[in-house]
């Protein structure tokens, strides 16, 4: 793959992932500071909600999946669910030992996902089909 295609898929991931992004933040922080839920679960619902979004963008724009749904939405939910315990394994000890707002958690969660799920997408989730030779 050239690498200027590359670099394109990357930038295409980041927006859609920041626009699942900003969805999560924003229910992260309302869970939080309205309905005083606790911070871990309240990333973790804010996660979930932003991966359907994420899924759909990614499949039909960033990486115009070959593969079926079938094959895609497992993967999908493969990565994305290891994803989820990354995200939650770092909010939680960030919010356990250190002394940073809640949010400093998050963003350093945020930047590991997001190479997580950008290589697992690439290299599996929504890689062509492999083709078997005669």
């Known amino acids: 793959m050239p690498k200027v295609s590359l670099l394109k898929k990357f930038f ?3 927006f ?11 229910m992260l922080v309302a869970l939080v500071s309205l309905w005083q839920w606790q911070v ?9 909600a932003s991966a359907v979004v994420n899924y759909w963008l990614n499949y039909k724009l960033t990486f115009k999946a070959k593969n079926g749904h079938r094959v895609a939405v497992f993967r999908f939910a493969v990565m ?9 394994a770092i909010v939680q000890l960030g919010i ?22 950008f290589v697992g997408s690439l290299k599996w989730t929504y890689a062509p089909p492999v083709r078997k030779s005669a």
Not at 16 to 26: I, P
Not at 40 to 48: E, H, M, N, P, Q
Not at 96 to 117: C, D, E, G, K, R
């Open 12 to 14: 295409r991931f980041v």
């Open 40 to 48: 871990t679960l309240a990333s973790s619902l804010g996660f979930t």
């Open 16 to 26: 859609v992932g920041g626009l699942a992004t900003a969805l999560q933040y924003v």
């Open 96 to 117: 356990t030992y250190t002394h940073l707002p809640y949010l400093w958690s998050q963003i350093a969660a945020t930047v590991a996902v997001l190479f997580w799920n």
């Open 80 to 88: 994305a669910g290891m994803g989820l315990l990354l995200n939650g």
